[in-house]
């Protein structure tokens, strides 16, 4: 939440940084800092932080908490009700971190009351054109949504993911950490971190190494998922078997950093609901 000493009410905002034709309501909360562009739209029980600038053409629509430098462009739709014929106008929220940035024709809405009645985004995500988030999903920090990428309700997406253009991704799936899918991607079942994959229905094509090397893993640790995806994916074994053999190794494991990305790896398998993209 935006702290009080931050927030201006829409009477006293200078026309220098909201343009005269935008519609705010009066509810509205917005830092003094925030920038409104033509014709946009800002409903009653928005929450706008610092440094955040509003394009043209925008809608927002709360509950909805947007935290500080975020960059929302022309035609985004944010925090309206959401796509799911059960929702009845229960009160939800989308609540966004810091430094989004949030393309043309995005479209982000707000939860439902089956759940926690909460969509939550993270900081430093870049949502490209026409990409969209459904009710009720996470997103972590740092994720890229190439043009048109979608994720259905439910879904919970790590940090440093990347949706290829034009991926769907089923409702209730989870996608782990540093894992990335290629254009038009089918995405129904879960990818564990790491994990690359590709195709319609989508399969796993190994490990996304270009990204793993972006974020400073260190060769030894790059090897060592090298070795667990190969025991999960292309050894033969039961899943059972091939994450007994993996606890083993972790135990013998002395370095923090390989301890670490393979304990990321192995819980993103144990927590999967809907099964793995194998």
Same mark, same amino acid.
Request: net charge neutral; charged share 30%.
């Given at each position: 939440m935006?702290?009080?000493? *931050?927030? *201006?009410?829409?009477?006293?905002?200078?026309?220098?940084?909201?343009?005269?034709t935008a519609i705010?309501?009066?509810?509205?909360?917005?830092d003094s800092s925030v920038q409104v562009g033509p014709y946009s739209i800002i409903g009653p029980d928005v929450y706008i932080g610092p440094n955040c600038t509003i394009g043209p053409h925008v809608v927002l629509k709360g509950h909805l908490e947007l935290g500080s430098?975020?960059?929302?462009?022309?035609?985004?739709?944010?925090?309206?009700?959401?796509?799911?014929?059960?929702?009845?106008?229960?009160?939800?929220?989308?609540?966004?971190?810091?430094?989004?940035?949030?393309?043309?024709?995005?479209?982000l809405q707000r939860g439902t009351a089956q759940e926690q009645a909460i969509t939550r985004i993270g900081s430093g995500n870049l949502f490209m054109a026409y990409s969209h988030v459904?009710?009720?999903?996470?997103v972590g920090d740092e994720c890229v949504f190439a043009n048109s990428a979608t994720i259905a309700g439910h879904v919970k997406v790590g940090s440093n993911v990347i949706l290829g253009g034009f991926t769907g991704v089923h409702q209730f799936c989870q996608i782990g950490d540093l894992a990335m899918t290629g254009m038009c991607s089918a995405v129904n079942m879960d990818i564990p971190a790491y994990v690359r994959v590709q195709g319609n229905m989508a399969?796993?094509?190994?490990?996304?190494?270009?990204?793993?090397?972006?974020?400073?893993?260190?060769?030894?640790?790059?090897?060592?998922?090298q070795s667990a995806y190969k025991q999960v994916y292309r050894d033969n074994l039961k899943l059972d078997e091939a994450l007994q053999?993996?606890?083993?190794?972790?135990?013998?494991? *002395?370095?923090? *950093?390989?301890?670490l990305a393979l304990s990321v790896f192995l819980n993103s398998i144990r927590q999967s609901k809907r099964g793995l993209l194998r």
């Open positions: 935006i702290e009080e000493d *931050t927030k *201006t009410s829409s009477s006293n905002r200078q026309s220098t940084v909201i343009h005269p705010i309501d009066p509810k509205a909360c917005l430098d975020n960059r929302v462009f022309q035609f985004a739709s944010v925090g309206e009700d959401c796509q799911d014929k059960k929702y009845k106008g229960e009160p939800t929220s989308l609540i966004i971190g810091d430094r989004n940035t949030i393309r043309e024709c995005a479209t459904g009710h009720d999903c996470v399969k796993a094509q190994g490990l996304n190494l270009e990204g793993m090397r972006r974020q400073g893993l260190d060769k030894a640790v790059i090897q060592l998922l053999q993996l606890d083993q190794r972790y135990s013998s494991l *002395t370095s923090p *950093t390989q301890r």
